[in-house]
């Protein structure tokens, strides 16, 4: 393996999470008794570029042809896309005179928005199946992957972007200087890039271990970040933290003859992983006993639970979340089933660790003691969607950043528990 970003065949071992099936691979009733694969998952740091990355196992193509994940499910998501949206029209002045392109679209979140307010855009998602609910919606959608090609082609029909978006996509490509390229020729040559990503400072700093899944091929820093956008003559101008996905960073670029001077905040960042060590290989190394200390404490409570007789179920079956499990060995004996707004995964059994999702309403239903809320970047939104289970003495437990549970201690095992 060679650094995908400089080349360099010096990558040191930060955090082997073992081998794991792929985390959207959800399975079949009738695929439980055949063989599952898995692919080693494996985190490294390359000592000369600093970018965090795994192998790639796994083509897209692979992945994202189909795909389980519907990003509407998700209310504050969709919220944030559409606060997006109004703040990027005021910033850039865009009209309807102006163009948007998403990459990896979903199934129109955000373009939705930008549709409302009258302004010319375009999807680009490679999932058959999200994209055409986003055409269904009304919102011009290519199913596609990008590259070089294809950004050609879109300039070509539509013209150059003012604005496009990559909210979560820069850490699923493989190809990274390819596909920053296709950025950087989808924009005009004044146009903005605006890039959401994960944290890697975060996923450091906290533990976030579970945001590593073969989908996600690199973990940014800016540091990092801004060497991979300039390989396509972009440059880094802004920088917002912004508390998504347990804490991610916006990255507005430019193409680089128009870029002009970066902002404040871009050198403050820049020194806030300055001190946290990531600006040398040593500080990334804590990311490793913090992960086990997560994997032991969430054991410990989930045996607490099993051992007083509680009936423990999870809530959400999202790619963190088979991550979590999986590391952690958890199965049915310990969480017996979970469940999750979205139709596709009804039915079905998370990958490899092989838990039963179902409707959200079974909950209701069963009444169980303890829920374990899989998609803990979400406490605020969930808690108060799941507050009515406080009628039966219900409780909730978010495993990350550090185990804690919602509501009283008078039915939970106080062990490892804030």
Not at 18 to 44: I, K, M, Q, S, W
Not at 55 to 77: K, N
Not at 237 to 263: F, K, N, Y
Not at 331 to 343: A, G, Q, S
Request: aromatic letters at 8%.
């Amino acid at each position: 393996m060679n650094c995908r970003l400089c080349g360099s065949d010096r990558l040191l071992s930060v955090l082997d999470l073992g081998a794991t099936p792929p985390c959207e691979a959800f399975l079949t009733a009738d695929a439980l008794d055949a063989p599952e694969v898995t692919y080693p998952l494996h985190l490294r740091l390359c000592e000369d570029c600093l970018l965090l990355q795994i192998p790639a196992l796994i083509a897209p193509e692979d992945t994202f042809t189909e795909y389980a994940y519907f990003s509407s499910y998700s209310d504050s998501w969709v919220e944030h896309a559409r606060t997006f949206v109004s703040d990027a029209r005021r910033r850039l002045g865009l009209d309807e005179q102006s163009l948007v392109v998403e990459v990896a679209s979903n199934d129109g979140y955000l373009l939705q928005h930008v549709v409302e307010a009258g302004i010319p855009c375009l999807g680009i998602e490679p999932s058959v199946n999200v994209g055409s609910a986003a055409r269904d919606r009304g919102i011009p959608t290519r199913t596609a992957f990008l590259n070089e090609d294809l950004a050609a082609d879109v300039k070509r029909e539509h013209g150059a972007a003012d604005l496009v978006v990559a909210n979560n996509v820069y850490a699923h490509i493989p190809d990274l200087l390819g596909f920053t390229r296709s950025l950087r020729a989808l924009l005009a040559d004044d146009g903005w890039l605006s890039i959401e990503v994960h944290h890697a400072l975060n996923l450091v700093g906290l533990g976030q271990f579970d945001t590593i899944y073969h989908e996600h091929f690199q973990y940014y820093t800016l540091y990092s970040a801004i060497a991979a956008l300039r390989t396509g003559g972009l440059a880094v101008v802004d920088v917002e933290l912004i508390p998504t996905h347990g804490g991610s960073m916006r990255v507005w670029a430019r193409p680089a003859e128009a870029a002009g001077q970066p902002s404040d905040r871009v050198e403050e960042v820049l020194r806030a992983e300055e001190r946290s060590g990531l600006h040398q290989v040593d500080g990334y190394l804590a990311l490793r006993p913090r992960a086990e200390a997560v994997r032991q404490g969430l054991l410990r409570f989930l045996l607490g639970c099993r051992d007083n007789e509680l009936r423990v179920v999870g809530y959400g079956a999202p790619g963190k979340g088979n991550t979590l499990l999986n590391y952690c060995g958890i199965r049915t004996d310990l969480i017996e089933y979970t469940v999750d707004r979205n139709p596709y995964k009804h039915g079905r059994f998370t990958p490899g660790t092989r838990i039963p999702i179902r409707d959200p309403e079974q909950i209701d239903k069963d009444r169980p003691d303890v829920v374990v809320v899989l998609p803990w970047n979400l406490e605020t939104e969930l808690t108060a969607q799941l507050a009515h289970i406080a009628q039966w003495g219900g409780r909730l437990a978010y495993p990350l950043p550090e185990l804690h549970v919602v509501g009283g201690a008078e039915l939970l095992p106080d062990e490892g528990v804030s």
